[in-house]
Every structure is written in structure tokens, then in C-alpha cells.
């Protein structure tokens, strides 16, 4: 309901700002006016006991209305489009691959060269790792931002950036970047003044005189990086205080509780948003908000923050999508689509990262019970919101699913976990995959895995052995994996070099500033010699990446597979085979995995009651069903439609 106290807040703005009565500012109007109250609520929610919160709410609505005023006529042309469509992000059409500019194409300039090549294998969205300045050695992969608007040097422009973005709209493709919004890098302007001493400066930060508090924080936080980053604040000889430093000692965290820091910060984003961008992948929100005698994640102020600023870029820049990069629980990660009044108004996409692990244990295990577990979880997706599903992404591979999923299937879940660890961290000797452990724990001895697609699927082993029966093998687990996420719901995103088969990169143990990070070994440097053998038949690159192409166009075609919460979990009698129907109306297509290196067998009543023959749009061919069974060999999937 419109609350007419807030209108003085639109007038004072509009007459400043001086709106024209175009068709463009009467819907920004609109959709202001249609907002505000909720904005006002959230955002007087977590400021209204400060005695500046009015002004700081009018900075706030300044804001928002400048970023219209900036936001180009082409771009608010986008957003009807878009807003025609309904929520356009659901499409089964969109395909994304995630890869760092440098290391996929030397810089912006030379990635608008390689669209062809991402064009013909059928991605058409482009998530483009952090692009913003950040110290060399010091940049924890360009997390560690030094200036949220000026482009890496050696990446190039801010002006390269649009024109890549206006060749990505003359090919109806669309674009991703991350916003670091927990944390900047010590060497951040902000941060300069801080360490000079300026008080005002100091409280977008959390500095403190003593460790008195570090430590009452410190008990209940658990430590990020505890080998190569223990504990969760730093000592600035400077000025004599510690500061807050979550993720690396270089990297100062952001004080929300400031709304002179959410202003700053939500200026930064819409600058993003007005850059063209369609998504904007928010990194780590669930730290933004801190509180003493908590882990300081998760907390219901960064829900308030990020419902806050979802409305704030509905009503700027409407045609932007936000993906929260939260990666935690799956009873937590729903808390992302937001609640009640608010849902679908705080994360647009979340990382299924709970499945992506889960794939993981299973290609380990054979066994699809403790993936079968989750699903309870993770259907409780609302409609309207979507996953990013994904194999392999920059990050490590967390085990973070629940122990009761483990347990319900009769496994202890610490030896559950340390197996996995064994088979994926390079320490099971006949283990196929080649991986290693990361950020290990030395008190609970947890960790997470790091490797690339290919190489954890045993490639890597399989080329150093030269055994073409294990290649084959390695290259339908890879087509397995990745068949699980393009027709799962939501954007699949492949990671740059899968598409290839890459394995393991071991060049960054010669570069100091990434040798401590072994996640380095799946960012690979891209080699265009190598990927010209995507063309060349028989090559395993050939057929990996012809393999994927093909998937990728059969998902453009399959209109069931657009994320309208249409998926239904079949009850599988082999533990070792695990399938999900789509449907629209009358129409439904079966997807059936084989996650054992066996032979298997199920009865086909699990799938289809009639017995009625299907075509397996995968393999072309018909598949019968009147015989009761259904066969299939290690690692082979069934696309199953009716005949």
C-alpha cells in the first residue's frame, strides 16, 4: 500500500532532477511509487533508530533516480522488452560459460574475437569474472577490489566493456559480472583514508582499538581460509587498531550497519546495471551483515540489505537480474529467494551448489540415495526464482550438504566425507580422479576439492595411460555430469575449458602469488591451438565439445525444460540410477542417469506405467519398453520423449 508521508521524498528529487514527462520516466514513476513504501520499511528497519536516517533515506532515493537518468534509452528499450517476456531468466533458450577475460582471451578486446567460437557451441550468456582493478598479489582472483569502476589495466577499458556489451546485444546474448559487495581491497580509497586515520572512513570498516571484541567475535566465527588466512581480523600499524578482515588480511570488510556504506555500495551496483550487465552475481552476501555472539553469516539484516537493494534495482534498473553467491545449506539457501511479502524479491538465481556436490559424491559412490535426499529441500525453490547449475566453477568443491542426508542412507557421515576426500583429493592411490584437497582445516580437519572437470572425471590419468577404453570412459562421465545439469532447471553455466576437456593446469605452482592456492589448477589458461582441435573428429576435445553443442541445442528445443518449477523426481529402484520428468501440460520428457561404471537395470513401471515405447532424443533412436526393463550401460543417459 502507497504511503502518502514518503511522497515529499519523490517531489524534492523529482524537481531537482528534473524528470520530463517521456513514457520512460512515467514508468520509472510508477514503479517508484509502487516501491517505495517497501523500501522505506526495509530500509528504516535496519536504520531508523540513527538519527541521520532521513537524510540518508533521501540519498537513497537521489540515488535511484539518477540511475535512471543515466540509463541509456537502448537499455530502458531492453528492459520492456524484457518485462514483455515475463521473468525472461526462466527461458530454457539461455546457456552460460563462466571464464576469466585473461586467461580465456587475453583481454575484453580479444574475448569479442572469440564470440564465434562461444556462439557455435550455443552459449549465449557470458559471466565474466571480476573485471575491476585489484593489486597484483593481492587480489584473491580480482575479489579484492581497489576501484568498483575502473576496469583491470591489463584487461582494458571501461569502454571496451560497453563495446563488447553492444556487440553481445546485436547478438541477442547476455552479460553477468560480479559485485563485491562484503569487502574491498586495503588498497580501496576508502581504505587509504582509514588507515590516514579519518574517522569516517574507519566506520565503513569494522576497526577496533583492542582485541577485546576481536575476540568475543572470533568465538563464534568460523575461520574462511584457516591455512593460508587464520582467524577474522588483522592489525593496521597505522592507526593502532584491528580491522575485520573475513576472507584474506587484505581484504576489509564492509561495515552495513554505516547506510553511508549501503548508499556507496548500491551506486556501485546500479553503475553495473546502467553498464548493460543482465545479471549481477552478487559475491558472498552472507556476510554482509555482523553481529556479536554469532558466525556473522546468514543473518536476517542481509536478507533486509538484499531485499532492500533488489527493490532498489527494480525500480532503476529493471532488467537486471541479481544471483546471490550464497554456498550454504540447502534449508538455508531458500532464504535467499526471500519470505513471505518478499519472496522472489531479494535473490532472483542462487548457486545449486547442494547438487552440484552432490553429483560429485555420486559419480564417487555409484549411489544416488543421498542425492535423492536433498530434493526434499531443494524443491522448495519458489516460482519465479532459478538456479545457476553448474558441474565446476572458479570456486573448490564443498561437501556442504546436511549429515542427516548422509545418515538417512545408512552411511556415518564423517567417513562418508572422508571418503570422498580420499577419492577426489589425489590421496585414494586407484582412485581415477585427479584433484586436491583444499583449505584444510587443521582442527576439524574438513576440506574442500579442488581439480577440473575432465581431470576429476579421470581424464587426466586416463591420457597419461593412454588407455582409450578409460578415455571413453572419462569422456561419458564428463557428458553425464554435464547432461545432469543442462536439463535439470534453471541456467546451466559451464566453466571455460570443460567444453574442451582441460585438465588439470599445474602452471600456477610457478607464479608466487597463486602457487598457495591450488584452486588455480581448473582456472586454466586457454591454449587456442588446443581448442582448435574442437574441429578436428575424433580428438577428445572434439568429442567432448561436439557432444555438448549438441546437448545445448537439444535443450533450446526442449521447451519443458524452462525452470516454471515443472520437475518431478522419479522413484527409481536401482540406486544407482536416478532420473527427473519435465513436463508441460500433456508433454513430459524422461531424463535418466547411469552414475555406475556397471551395467544396469530398471523396470520400466518406474518411469512409465503404459509401457509405451519413447525416442531417446540423445541417441536418436527408439527405445522399447514393452519388454518390462530398461538397460543401460556404465555412465549412459536416456532422454526418453514419447515416440
Same mark, same amino acid.
Given at each position: 500500500?502507497?504511503?502518502?508521508?514518503?511522497?515529499?521524498?519523490?517531489?524534492?528529487?523529482?524537481?531537482?532532477?528534473?524528470?520530463?514527462?517521456?513514457?520512460?520516466?512515467?514508468?520509472?514513476?510508477?514503479?517508484?511509487?509502487?516501491?517505495?513504501?517497501?523500501?522505506?520499511?526495509?530500509?528504516?528497519?535496519?536504520?531508523?533508530?540513527?538519527?541521520?536516517?532521513?537524510?540518508?533515506?533521501?540519498?537513497?532515493?537521489?540515488?535511484?533516480?539518477?540511475?535512471?537518468?543515466?540509463?541509456?534509452?537502448?537499455?530502458?528499450?531492453?528492459?520492456?522488452?524484457?518485462?514483455?517476456?515475463?521473468?525472461?531468466?526462466?527461458?530454457?533458450?539461455?546457456?552460460?560459460?563462466?571464464?576469466?577475460?585473461?586467461?580465456?582471451?587475453?583481454?575484453?578486446?580479444?574475448?569479442?574475437?572469440?564470440?564465434?567460437?562461444?556462439?557455435?557451441?550455443?552459449?549465449?550468456?557470458?559471466?565474466?569474472?571480476?573485471?575491476?582493478?585489484?593489486?597484483?598479489?593481492?587480489?584473491?582472483?580480482?575479489?579484492?577490489?581497489?576501484?568498483?569502476?575502473?576496469?583491470?589495466?591489463?584487461?582494458?577499458?571501461?569502454?571496451?566493456?560497453?563495446?563488447?556489451?553492444?556487440?553481445?546485444?546485436?547478438?541477442?546474448?547476455?552479460?553477468?559480472?560480479?559485485?563485491?559487495?562484503?569487502?574491498?581491497?586495503?588498497?580501496?580509497?576508502?581504505?587509504?583514508?582509514?588507515?590516514?586515520?579519518?574517522?569516517?572512513?574507519?566506520?565503513?570498516?569494522?576497526?577496533?582499538?583492542?582485541?577485546?571484541?576481536?575476540?568475543?567475535?572470533?568465538?563464534?566465527?568460523?575461520?574462511?581460509?584457516?591455512?593460508?588466512?587464520?582467524?577474522?581480523?588483522?592489525?593496521?600499524?597505522?592507526?593502532?587498531?584491528?580491522?575485520?578482515?573475513?576472507?584474506?588480511?587484505?581484504?576489509?570488510?564492509?561495515?552495513?550497519? +554505516?547506510?553511508?556504506?549501503?548508499?556507496?555500495?548500491?551506486? +556501485?551496483?546500479?553503475?553495473?546495471?546502467?553498464?548493460?550487465?543482465?545479471?549481477?552475481?552478487?559475491?558472498?552476501?552472507?556476510?554482509?551483515?555482523?553481529?556479536?555472539?554469532?558466525?556473522?553469516?546468514?543473518?536476517?539484516?542481509?536478507?533486509?540489505?538484499?531485499?532492500?537493494?533488489?527493490?532498489?534495482?527494480?525500480?532503476?534498473?529493471?532488467?537486471?537480474?541479481?544471483?546471490?553467491?550464497?554456498?550454504?545449506?540447502?534449508?538455508?539457501?531458500?532464504?535467499?529467494?526471500?519470505?513471505?511479502?518478499?519472496?522472489?524479491?531479494?535473490?532472483?538465481?542462487?548457486?545449486?551448489?547442494?547438487?552440484?556436490?552432490?553429483?560429485?559424491?555420486?559419480?564417487?559412490?555409484?549411489?544416488?540415495?543421498?542425492?535423492?535426499?536433498?530434493?526434499?529441500?531443494?524443491?522448495?525453490?519458489?516460482?519465479?526464482?532459478?538456479?545457476?547449475?553448474?558441474?565446476?566453477?572458479?570456486?573448490?568443491?564443498?561437501?556442504?550438504?546436511?549429515?542427516?542426508?548422509?545418515?538417512?542412507?545408512?552411511?556415518?557421515?564423517?567417513?562418508?566425507?572422508?571418503?570422498?576426500?580420499?577419492?577426489?583429493?589425489?590421496?585414494?592411490?586407484?582412485?581415477?580422479?585427479?584433484?586436491?584437497?583444499?583449505?584444510?582445516?587443521?582442527?576439524?580437519?574438513?576440506?574442500?576439492?579442488?581439480?577440473?572437470?575432465?581431470?576429476?572425471?579421470?581424464?587426466?590419468?586416463?591420457?597419461?595411460?593412454?588407455?582409450?577404453?578409460?578415455?571413453?570412459?572419462?569422456?561419458?562421465?564428463?557428458?553425464?555430469?554435464?547432461?545432469?545439469?543442462?536439463?535439470?532447471?534453471?541456467?546451466?553455466?559451464?566453466?571455460?575449458?570443460?567444453?574442451?576437456?582441460?585438465?588439470?593446469?599445474?602452471?600456477?605452482?610457478?607464479?608466487?602469488?597463486?602457487?598457495?592456492?591450488?584452486?588455480?589448477?581448473?582456472?586454466?589458461?586457454?591454449?587456442?591451438?588446443?581448442?582448435?582441435?574442437?574441429?578436428?573428429?575424433?580428438?577428445?576435445?572434439?568429442?567432448?565439445?561436439?557432444?555438448?553443442?549438441?546437448?545445448?541445442?537439444?535443450?533450446?528445443?526442449?521447451?519443458?525444460?524452462?525452470?516454471?518449477?515443472?520437475?518431478?523426481?522419479?522413484?527409481?529402484?536401482?540406486?544407482?540410477?536416478?532420473?527427473?520428468?519435465?513436463?508441460?501440460?500433456?508433454?513430459?520428457?524422461?531424463?535418466?542417469?547411469?552414475?555406475?561404471?556397471?551395467?544396469?537395470?530398471?523396470?520400466?513401471?518406474?518411469?512409465?506405467?503404459?509401457?509405451?515405447?519413447?525416442?531417446?532424443?540423445?541417441?536418436?533412436?527408439?527405445?522399447?519398453?514393452?519388454?518390462?526393463?530398461?538397460?543401460?550401460?556404465?555412465?549412459?543417459?536416456?532422454?526418453?520423449?514419447?515416440?
Amino acid at each position: 500500500m502507497y504511503n502518502p508521508t514518503l511522497q515529499p521524498f519523490i517531489d524534492s528529487v523529482s524537481q531537482s532532477k528534473k524528470l520530463s514527462k517521456s513514457t520512460q520516466d512515467y514508468y520509472f514513476l510508477h514503479r517508484l511509487i509502487a516501491n517505495i513504501d517497501d523500501i522505506h520499511t526495509l530500509f528504516a528497519g535496519i536504520y531508523g533508530h540513527l538519527p541521520q536516517a532521513r537524510d540518508m533515506f533521501g540519498q537513497l532515493i537521489q540515488v535511484l533516480f539518477q540511475a535512471h537518468l543515466d540509463r541509456s534509452p537502448s537499455l530502458k528499450n531492453r528492459d520492456e522488452a524484457k518485462e514483455k517476456k515475463g521473468k525472461w531468466f526462466l527461458s530454457n533458450e539461455i546457456t552460460g560459460m563462466s571464464l576469466y577475460v585473461n586467461r580465456f582471451a587475453g583481454n575484453i578486446e580479444g574475448l569479442g574475437n572469440k564470440l564465434t567460437y562461444l556462439e557455435d557451441l550455443g552459449v549465449n550468456l557470458l559471466h565474466l569474472m571480476p573485471l575491476f582493478k585489484s593489486p597484483e598479489g593481492e587480489s584473491d582472483g580480482g575479489y579484492a577490489v581497489e576501484d568498483f569502476r575502473v576496469i583491470e589495466n591489463k584487461l582494458g577499458t571501461i569502454e571496451d566493456l560497453k563495446r563488447l556489451q553492444a556487440h553481445l546485444l546485436e547478438k541477442d546474448m547476455y552479460l553477468m559480472i560480479d559485485m563485491v559487495l562484503n569487502h574491498t581491497s586495503h588498497h580501496h580509497e576508502w581504505a587509504k583514508k582509514a588507515k590516514s586515520g579519518n574517522r569516517e572512513f574507519q566506520d565503513y570498516y569494522y576497526f577496533y582499538d583492542d582485541r577485546t571484541i576481536p575476540d568475543q567475535m572470533e568465538n563464534t566465527m568460523p575461520e574462511i581460509f584457516p591455512e593460508s588466512s587464520p582467524g577474522s581480523f588483522t592489525f593496521q600499524d597505522s592507526v593502532q587498531k584491528w580491522v575485520m578482515t573475513v576472507f584474506h588480511q587484505y581484504q576489509w570488510d564492509l561495515n552495513y550497519s +554505516n547506510p553511508k556504506v549501503l548508499i556507496e555500495m548500491l551506486d +556501485n551496483l546500479l553503475f553495473y546495471g546502467n553498464l548493460g550487465v543482465d545479471i549481477v552475481r552478487i559475491d558472498a552476501p552472507a556476510f554482509i551483515w555482523k553481529q556479536m555472539g554469532t558466525s556473522c553469516q546468514n543473518l536476517p539484516e542481509a536478507h533486509s540489505l538484499l531485499q532492500l537493494i533488489k527493490l532498489c534495482t527494480e525500480v532503476a534498473t529493471p532488467g537486471m537480474a541479481i544471483l546471490g553467491e550464497a554456498i550454504v545449506a540447502p534449508a538455508q539457501i531458500m532464504e535467499y529467494f526471500g519470505k513471505d511479502r518478499y519472496t522472489t524479491h531479494e535473490c532472483d538465481f542462487a548457486y545449486n551448489a547442494t547438487h552440484m556436490a552432490l553429483q560429485w559424491d555420486t559419480l564417487a559412490t555409484g549411489d544416488t540415495r543421498i542425492m535423492l535426499e536433498a530434493q526434499h529441500e531443494l524443491a522448495k525453490k519458489p516460482l519465479g526464482s532459478s538456479w545457476i547449475t553448474y558441474t565446476r566453477c572458479h570456486d573448490d568443491i564443498g561437501l556442504g550438504y546436511d549429515d542427516y542426508m548422509i545418515a538417512n542412507v545408512g552411511f556415518t557421515p564423517y567417513l562418508h566425507r572422508f571418503y570422498l576426500k580420499n577419492y577426489y583429493g589425489g590421496i585414494q592411490a586407484d582412485s581415477p580422479a585427479a584433484g586436491a584437497l583444499f583449505a584444510i582445516n587443521p582442527k576439524t580437519q574438513d576440506a574442500r576439492i579442488s581439480g577440473s572437470l575432465a581431470s576429476l572425471c579421470g581424464l587426466e590419468k586416463a591420457l597419461a595411460a593412454k588407455d582409450p577404453r578409460w578415455i571413453e570412459e572419462s569422456i561419458q562421465k564428463i557428458l553425464l555430469m554435464e547432461a545432469h545439469c543442462l536439463f535439470l532447471g534453471g541456467i546451466p553455466m559451464l566453466f571455460y575449458g570443460d567444453e574442451a576437456a582441460y585438465t588439470n593446469d599445474y602452471s600456477y605452482l610457478q607464479d608466487p602469488s597463486k602457487s598457495y592456492d591450488n584452486r588455480w589448477m581448473h582456472r586454466p589458461i586457454i591454449h587456442w591451438e588446443k581448442n582448435a582441435l574442437v574441429k578436428k573428429k575424433g580428438t577428445v576435445e572434439n568429442k567432448v565439445y561436439a557432444s555438448l553443442k549438441e546437448l545445448i541445442a537439444l535443450r533450446k528445443k526442449l521447451k519443458v525444460v524452462a525452470d516454471l518449477k515443472n520437475l518431478e523426481w522419479l522413484p527409481c529402484t536401482n540406486k544407482s540410477i536416478v532420473g527427473y520428468v519435465r513436463y508441460i501440460g500433456n508433454e513430459r520428457v524422461y531424463f535418466l542417469f547411469n552414475f555406475s561404471s556397471l551395467e544396469q537395470i530398471i523396470p520400466v513401471h518406474a518411469i512409465e506405467p503404459n509401457k509405451q515405447n519413447k525416442n531417446c532424443l540423445w541417441s536418436k533412436k527408439q527405445v522399447s519398453l514393452e519388454k518390462g526393463s530398461l538397460g543401460f550401460q556404465p555412465y549412459q543417459f536416456y532422454i526418453l520423449a514419447d515416440s
